[in-house]
């Protein structure tokens, strides 16, 4: 009964630390979102950042197929939580056109452009960051 207790916290453990990394992982990727967008910071700055963020996640993980996974699910909940914060000042104070039209649709336009270049190189990174832990 002890063993199978012992079992089931370790479990319980394990599952929290990994979602608090995707967690992490998902506001740096709202993080670099919004810089990008903000602050139109180059592609290079981005990728950069978002790799090495990528890698040090993979290797913690320490398996290919669930650091593949959650990065995916990283990058749709980074990207999710970064248009919720644009969108709240105009929310706030009231504005709907700010809402439906500027914001999102110039937030959609730029993020779109790096969302390719996000996807492989997170993917690759991923990819050699589960490789590299594999090694260790």
Do not use: Q
Not at 91 to 114: E, H, L, P, Q
């Amino acid at each position: 009964m002890r063993l199978v207790k012992e079992t089931i916290l370790e479990n319980l453990r394990r599952f929290l630390i990994e979602i608090l990394v995707i967690v992490g992982l998902s506001l740096n990727h709202a993080a670099v979102n919004l810089a990008s967008f903000l602050w139109k910071i180059e592609i290079s700055y981005y990728l950069v950042v978002v790799s090495l963020f990528t890698l040090i996640f993979s290797i913690y993980i320490r398996n290919l197929e669930k650091c593949v996974f959650y990065v995916l699910i990283s990058i749709i909940t980074g990207l999710i939580i970064s248009a919720g914060i644009l969108l709240m000042p105009p929310a706030i104070y009231g504005s709907d056109y700010m809402i439906s039209g500027f914001s999102i649709v110039s937030y959609v336009t730029f993020i779109s452009r790096y969302l390719i270049f996000n996807i492989v190189t997170c993917l690759s990174t991923a990819i050699l960051g589960g490789l590299l832990s594999e090694g260790i």
